[in-house]
C-alpha cells in the first residue's frame, strides 16, 4: 500500500441507498476529511433521493460512477449481504479501498476471495463490526484482560431488516467478532441451538464456543424480543467486568488483594464448614473501576478510521481477516443450530 498520502479531501461513494447506506451517505458528507461523489443504488429514484440530500450524484451502476468519476478513492457497500462480493470485486478489481457492511460476505469462500483480492491489489478492505467502535468496547479495551468466561445478550424486537440472512449473521455476528478481538484464540468447539418464527432463517439463537486457550463464551441473540438489550459479562483470574452496550455503561472489579490476604482467606474458608466472615470488608479486596465512556457515534469512528486507513496505507482497526472469521464461526453455528435441528439428542 504504498499511494501518495495527500491532505485533499478523499472522493468517496456509497453503494445502496437504503437505511445504513443512508447513514454512511450522511457522515460522509459530514467530514471533511471526505468528499462524497455519488450514491449507487438499481433503484435509482432512492438513489437520485439520498443523492439529493448530500448533493453528490446518483448512479444505478459502479461502472456508471466510476464513468464519471474516474478518481475516486473508496467507497462504503451497504447492500444486502448477498451482493457484497459482486461489487466489491468491481472495486477492488479497479485498486478502490472498500469498506463493506457486516458481514462480510454470505460464504467463507466469498470473505477469503474478496480478502485475497484486496491483497493482491494493495486495497484497504475494511469490515463494517461498528460495535468495535462501542463507546463501551473502545472503553473495555483500555484493561488488560485474559477471558476466561463471556456470556453475552443481544437480543431486540423484529425489526423486519436483514431478512435475508438469519440473527446469527445479523446480529450475532457483532458478538462473535468482539468476543474474538477479547479472546484472539482459535475456535475449538461449537454447540448451537436455534429457532426460526417469522420467515426461513433463525430468529433466535445461542452458541457456546470453547476457545483452544480455554475460553468459553456463551451467545444469545434474539430478534423476536419485546424489548432491547445489549449486555455483556466477562470473567477473568483477576477480574470481572459487567457492560451494558445500550446505556453506554460498564464496570470492571479487580482483584487488589495480595496472595498472603488471599492464602489467609482460603485457610479460614478450608478450616471450618460456616466460617464467621461478617467484619471481612470485601471492599478491601478488590478495586471497582467505572468504565470512562465518551459519546461518540460508532459509525463516525469507524468511517474516520476507514478513511485513515486508506490516506495512510495502514491496516484498518477490523480487517478483512477479521471478517472472514466472524463470518466462519457464524456459519459453523449455523450448521450446529442445523445438526441439532435434524437430532435433537446430539
Known sequence: MARQNSQAPLPVAVIGAGRMGGHHARIYASLPEAQ?????DTDISRAHLLAQQHNCGAYASIEALLTACPDLRAASIST?????????????????DTLIEKPLAPTVADAQALVALARSKQCVLQVGHSERFNP??????????EPRFIEVHRISPMRFRSVDIGVVLDLMIHDIDIVHHLVRSPVASIAAVGVAVIGRYEDVANARIVFANGCV???????LAMKTERRMRLFSPDAY??????????????KTANQEQLDILQQQLAAEETPDLSNLDYTQLVH????????????KLQL???LHAVRNRTEPVVTGEDG????????????????????PNL
Open 36 to 40: 462524497l461523489v455519488g450514491i449507487v
Open 80 to 96: 444486502p449481504t448477498i451482493y457484497h462480493r459482486a461489487l466489491a470485486e468491481t472495486l477492488l478489481i479497479r485498486a478502490i
Open 136 to 145: 463501551v468496547v473502545r472503553a473495555l479495551s483500555q484493561h488488560q484482560l
Open 217 to 223: 463464551a456463551n451467545i444469545t441473540a434474539s430478534r
Open 241 to 254: 467486568v459487567s457492560v451494558d452496550y445500550q446505556k453506554k455503561a460498564g464496570v470492571v472489579i479487580h
Open 288 to 299: 471497582v473501576d467505572q468504565l470512562e465512556i465518551d459519546d461518540q457515534e460508532p459509525l
Open 304 to 306: 474516520q478510521s476507514f
Open 324 to 343: 472472514t472469521f466472524a463470518v466462519d464461526v457464524a456459519t459453523r453455528i449455523t450448521e450446529a443450530i442445523a445438526r441439532h435441528q435434524a437430532n
